[in-house]
């Protein structure tokens, strides 16, 4: 991927790796599945460096001998060192740096002794005391990027988080920049190993690449038409929390289109093909990805019960009773769900569960339950089946988007069903409603909702642009009138809310929902999600 489709992230990432020449260090992990973006954003902030004292030192882990790990790491302090045109193996970086960087050179062939395979753990961190030899040498401060740090278990090293969260604590002069395609278990070792005194993390977990930025890019690979620019704000909606999911979409459709006899443009036929291609045939690279995805659940402990659980998710099962009346039993169901959640395939909000890579359950709901018939026409009804769903899709996103925002929050409301779930940090209960209503306040823009049920009120502020400070202060003196006093304060931005409105509304005990909260119980009640509008 060669073009910037997060660049608001990308700015508050690199403003953090140039805070370093200010003197000021906050270390970042980015964590998001494969194909999320996580590298292509590290390298982009990083390459700001080049305007700074500080010195990268970028090292993309893979599952090595601790011979290649040790190999690796000292190719990319030299190459931040010296900055060669091309690659070039470590025997000719050593040779180039010996004359200007003699001590670093020597800390870096003293490693070769390790190479034989022997004293792994005594190598590892020799190999981190690098890092300030080359800082003493250069007197510039250094930025330790590790790619898929969680790499660094298969080294073989049992205290190897320990000796990185020392160092962590310890030097003032490096900022660390870490990611992680293992959510959950990078979580895990932050929280346990790295957050230490002095070398707090600030964890950034990858949502959807932003519209204003994706959407041009993914109009200039196919023809331009009103139709084509709906579908493409279609597949931002449904994959675009992966860039990979969406060049591989885009890139199919870009191919059926270069395959077409008929040159007249149907744009969202042209898109189920395509999803059907990659997705829906069972030799398509997404399908592949699906059911590799899928099939290591069944390796686990009750790993069969995983697997149908997960099915359950994806046909609209939200809460543990109900998917274990889905699977037909209630024993591990607990367990089997906590085996989903460590491998980053569900997450739980509250009470409630949820698949958050949209094209999973995408293709989970499609996939023919067990025990059914397979050959050619078991094939051709596969086929059927899943252009009904993307289908279904379509018409869900299209109506989603045609009708005011106010309304599409109001038709959530009465989807509530008592369930728990986690927003806005909080957790609290979404009760069954009985009555709804809307008014249209004098200020105009934004419309507030009354919602009745079991003795409680709630009232709501849905505004289909940014909320501001001035329209929480108005939406306090309308909850003010209300008789009975209302239960839960909920405001919702469709572009979310000004930092002052923000602190307003926290101030007056409101519940706010940004985007991604309304996007996750979208998630939950099966609605669609019809997010900003890009022209």
């Known amino acids: 991927m060669s073009h910037d489709l997060r660049p608001t992230l990308t700015a508050h990432v690199r403003q953090r790796v140039q805070a370093l020449d200010e003197g000021f260090r906050h270390n970042l992990a980015v964590l998001g599945p494969v194909g999320s973006g996580k590298s292509f954003l590290l390298q982009q902030a990083v390459s700001s460096c080049a305007q700074g004292r500080a010195l990268p030192v970028m090292v993309t882990l893979q599952r090595d001998s601790m011979r290649a790990f040790l190999r690796r790491f000292a190719t990319a302090v030299l190459e931040s060192a010296i900055?060669?045109?091309?690659?070039?193996?470590?025997?000719?970086?050593?040779?180039?740096?010996?004359?200007?960087?003699?001590?670093?050179?020597?800390?870096?062939?003293?490693?070769?002794?390790?190479?034989?395979?022997?004293?792994?753990?005594?190598?590892?961190?020799?190999?981190l005391d690098v890092i300030p030899v080359l800082h003493q040498e250069l007197q510039r401060p250094c930025i330790i990027v590790l790619d898929e740090f969680l790499h660094l278990e298969a080294l073989g090293v049992s205290h190897a988080f320990h000796e990185l969260g020392k160092r962590v604590m310890t030097w003032p002069f490096a900022l660390f920049l870490l990611s992680s395609s293992s959510s959950f278990r990078a979580r895990d070792i932050l929280r346990e190993r790295l957050q230490l005194l002095f070398g707090q993390f600030e964890v950034i977990a990858l949502g959807p690449i932003e519209p204003?930025?994706?959407?041009?890019?993914?109009?200039?690979?196919?023809?331009e038409s009103e139709s084509m620019s709906r579908v493409l704000q279609f597949v931002h909606r449904w994959v675009g929390g992966s860039p990979w999911y969406v060049s591989v979409v885009l890139g199919r459709m870009k191919e059926r289109l270069l395959l077409?006899?008929?040159?007249?443009?149907?744009?969202?036929?042209?898109?189920?093909?395509?999803?059907?291609?990659?997705?829906?045939?069972?030799?398509?690279?997404?399908?592949?990805?699906?059911?590799?995805?899928?099939?290591?659940?069944?390796?686990?402990?009750?790993g069969l019960l995983a697997r149908e659980a997960l099915g359950a998710l994806a046909h609209g099962m939200r809460t543990t009773q109900a998917i274990a009346g889905y699977c037909g039993t209630r024993r591990n169901v607990s367990v089997a769900l906590q085996a989903l959640v460590e491998r980053d395939l569900i997450q739980r909000k509250g009470g409630c569960w949820v698949i958050p890579d949209q094209l999973l359950a995408c293709w989970l709901a499609a996939q023919p339950e067990a025990g059914q018939p397979r050959g050619a026409k078991a094939r051709q009804?596969?086929?059927?089946?899943?252009?009904?769903?993307?289908?279904?899709?379509?018409?869900?996103w299209q109506q989603a988007t045609t009708q005011p925002f106010a309304e599409r929050i109001s038709r959530l409301l009465r989807?509530?069903?008592?369930?728990?779930?986690?927003?806005?940090?909080?957790?609290?209960?979404l009760p069954s409603f009985q009555t709804l209503r809307t008014e249209r306040p004098?200020?105009?823009?934004?419309?507030?909702?009354?919602?009745?049920?079991?003795?409680?009120r709630w009232c709501c502020l849905v505004r289909e642009g940014k909320l501001e400070e001035g329209d929480i202060a108005a939406f306090e003196e309308f909850c003010r009138t209300q008789s009975p006093r209302p239960s839960r304060k909920v405001v919702i931005g469709q572009d979310g809310l000004e930092l002052n409105a923000t602190l307003a509304a926290k101030a007056a005990n409101m519940w706010v929902w940004d985007p991604d909260d309304v996007a996750l119980l979208s998630l939950l009640y099966g609605q669609p999600m019809a997010g900003q509008q890009v022209g």
């Open 260 to 302: 077409k006899r008929d040159r007249t443009l149907d744009a969202e036929a042209l898109l189920v093909q395509a999803a059907w291609d990659v997705l829906g045939h069972p030799n398509g690279v997404l399908y592949q990805w699906c059911a590799a995805q899928t099939d290591q659940v069944r390796h686990v402990h009750s």
């Open 442 to 456: 004098a200020r105009g823009g934004e419309t507030y909702v009354v919602a009745d049920g079991e003795g409680r």
């Open 212 to 223: 204003t930025a994706a959407i041009p890019w993914m109009a200039r690979e196919l023809p």
């Open 83 to 127: 900055a060669p045109d091309h690659d070039e193996p470590l025997e000719a970086l050593l040779a180039r740096a010996a004359i200007t960087l003699p001590k670093t050179t020597a800390a870096i062939a003293q490693l070769g002794r390790y190479e034989t395979g022997r004293l792994q753990a005594e190598a590892f961190t020799h190999a």
């Open 381 to 396: 009804a596969a086929a059927k089946r899943f252009e009904r769903a993307i289908h279904t899709l379509w018409a869900q």
């Open 415 to 429: 989807c509530f069903r008592n369930e728990t779930v986690s927003l806005d940090h909080k957790t609290g209960r």
